[in-house]
Nanobody
């Protein structure tokens, strides 16, 4: 198993930036995919960005061009750079590790991002 700890959330004004970090308790080099999900009040958890071990990256349409996911295998950390933030980006952001292509998902406890003036 691997433990995931998110950090970097907070309050930011519209148009601002934040960088989220997800630190894993062990090597992530063999993990199939690392990703970020978010859940706003009253909404289901949704995929924001995911990076697969082969290098393929997926983004939710509404964050394309604003968010960048990166994976640092040497430091067992995944980042989510969020720029041009909007109030609708407000949510709890969760780090996800999908251990294998067929499943087995692990989650962090989440970090709150609030975009408000």
């Amino acid at each position: 198993q691997v433990q995931l700890v998110e950090s970097g959330g907070g309050l930011v004004q519209p148009g601002g930036s934040l960088r989220l970090s997800c630190a894993a308790s062990r090597s992530i080099s063999s993990i199939y995919a690392m990703g970020w999900y978010r859940q706003a009040p009253g909404n289901e958890r949704e995929l924001v960005a995911r990076i697969i071990s082969g290098g393929s990256i997926n983004y939710k349409d509404s964050v394309k061009g604003r968010y960048t996911i990166s994976r640092d295998n040497a430091n067992n950390t995944v980042y989510l750079q969020m720029n041009s933030l909007k109030p609708e980006d407000t949510a709890v952001y969760y780090c996800n590790a999908r251990l294998y292509s067929y499943g087995v998902n692990l989650w962090g406890k989440g970090t709150l991002v609030t975009v408000s003036s």
